[in-house]
């Protein structure tokens, strides 16, 4: 380095010495390496730093790009579906004939048809009370098995709604549509949850009503006894004519 700034200096000397003091002082250019070299770190800090922000720029790019897939909803709803077969179960409860699943309705029941044998009941109110006891059994067990019936009917939708939902749950881009997807499968739990409900509901239902129906009748049949074995009331032995 030394060697050069004496090179340098000899030569510019040479020159001031050729071209005169006032040429020399108008077109001379004087280089400093200190300065230069200063200049090269200013300018590498620089660039640096440009560098250093864009790298930052790309991360927050990164980032507003995985927000936006963390906010994507899912493009597939199971939910119309779900909804239509929760509302076939609710129709076919609400049609549950004769003694349906209402308190009044039971109670009142209860208390003239299911109601123990009075003896100032007729034979024929006793004929009759049994007969609507039967209907009622026959009715809860039909009942039955068409909640049965709409409830396996409902395990191909089930099927096919919960392979759509684990499979858009395994695709899921981001964190919202995982979310969504595990809500989904959720609700689907609970619409299995309520046929099995309607169909615990309706069986139930079939063999109270059977249960009542044998109570009821062992009731009526010791009052029908009852009255057979009165004295004087009972059987009366009459004459018929079987041929003509």
Known sequence: MNRLRRLAVAGVIMFAAFVGPAQLSAQLVVFDPNNYAQNVLTAARALQQINNQIVSLQNQAQMLINQAKNLATLPFSSLLQLEQSILRTQQLLAQAQR????????????STTYAPASSNLSDQALVANAQTRWQNAMAGLQDAMRTHATVVGNLNTNHTQMSALVTSSQGATGALQASQAGNQLLALQAQQLADLTAVISAHGRAQNLESARRAAAQDQGREQLRRFLIPGQGYQPTTVQMFH
């Open 99 to 110: 003694i349906a699943y209402d308190i009044g309705q039971i109670d009142r029941a209860f």
